[in-house]
Structure formats: structure tokens, C-alpha cells
């Protein structure tokens, strides 16, 4: 018994370090000013497909597992519709965990929250957004009609709603 147990752990500690991750060289950096939107396409934490719409003025990213913590506490403050009143979006990075951690508890507990929570659960995915970027700070991406106008890092939530009211 001892030795199947041991078999099956061998066996997913190889399956689990086979995945094939991107080298950020390899890749072209998604968040750069002057480049377009339209083409970004996500899913939400109740896996709805999302894309960036021409009205969106804010994407706010968080990389970091603090940085996401800290987005998420700041918008269960809010009402329901702060996000969408504010023409921004969420989108949090949780690739860094485990696939057995995010299905067993990232996912079902975002799925708590009432605000929307754009997530980027493949590290190839996640690396083309964090090129260039500080991922220990919150993430700020000023949009127009879909191109890329400013790029910014927040730490605090007093400038997290700043940046999101600034519209």
C-alpha cells in the first residue's frame, strides 16, 4: 500500500513539473501604451468570457496574491456596480498558485464576491501582462476607445479609488 501511495505522488510531482513555461524574452509585452485593447479576452470567476469594451477607462491588475487580497477587500466595500459605474475592470492574476489550490479554494472563493473579477489563470498568459510591470504593486492601465494611454502602480486603496474615480 505504502508503495502506491508513493508511486502516485512520484507520479504527479513529475505531471506537475512538465508544464512547459514561456520565457518572458520569448514573449511580446501586452500592457504598452499606445497599443490597443480589443483584442484582450478573459474570463471571469463564474467562467463568462469578458473583453475590453470601448467605454472602458480602467483596467486594474493584481499580480500579486496581497495586491489581489487588497483589491478584492477594497471592492466587497463598494456596491455592487463600482467597478461598471467607474468604467473599470478587475483583473486578478492567481497563475502562481497550484491548479488544485486555485480550483479548490481561489476560484470558489472568488466566486463570493459581487463585483467582477477578470482572472488569468495560465502563467504563459500571465507573463505577457507582467513584462515591464511592478507586480508587488497594484497594476493601473488608463484606456481610451481601447488604446492603452497611461500606465501606473498603486499601492494603498485610497489610491486605488484615485485612480478609479479619476474618470
Not at 471571469?44 to 467605454?55: G, R, Y
Not at 479548490?104 to 501582462?129: C, E, S, W
Request: aromatic share 6%.
Amino acid at each position: 500500500m505504502k508503495n502506491i501511495i508513493l508511486g502516485l505522488l512520484i507520479s504527479l510531482v513529475f505531471l506537475g513539473c512538465n508544464s512547459k513555461e514561456l520565457d518572458p524574452k520569448d514573449l511580446e509585452a501586452k500592457l504598452v501604451i499606445n497599443q490597443s485593447t480589443a483584442s484582450f479576452a478573459l474570463n471571469d470567476q463564474h467562467e463568462k468570457a469578458h473583453t475590453v469594451s470601448a467605454d472602458t477607462t480602467t483596467l486594474v491588475f493584481a499580480f500579486s496574491k496581497d495586491m489581489g487580497h487588497t483589491c478584492n477587500d477594497f471592492f466587497a466595500t463598494k456596491n455592487d456596480t463600482y467597478l461598471n459605474d467607474n468604467n473599470s475592470i478587475f483583473i486578478a492574476d492567481i497563475s502562481g498558485a497550484p491548479s488544485v489550490i486555485r480550483s479548490m479554494f481561489i476560484m470558489p472563493g472568488l466566486k463570493d464576491f459581487k463585483h467582477t473579477v477578470l482572472v488569468i489563470d495560465d502563467k504563459n498568459v500571465a507573463t505577457g501582462y507582467k513584462v515591464g510591470m511592478d507586480t508587488e504593486k497594484i497594476v493601473i492601465v488608463s484606456l481610451e476607445n481601447n488604446i492603452i494611454t497611461n500606465i501606473s502602480s498603486v499601492s494603498t486603496t485610497e489610491e486605488l479609488a484615485s485612480a478609479i474615480e479619476a474618470k
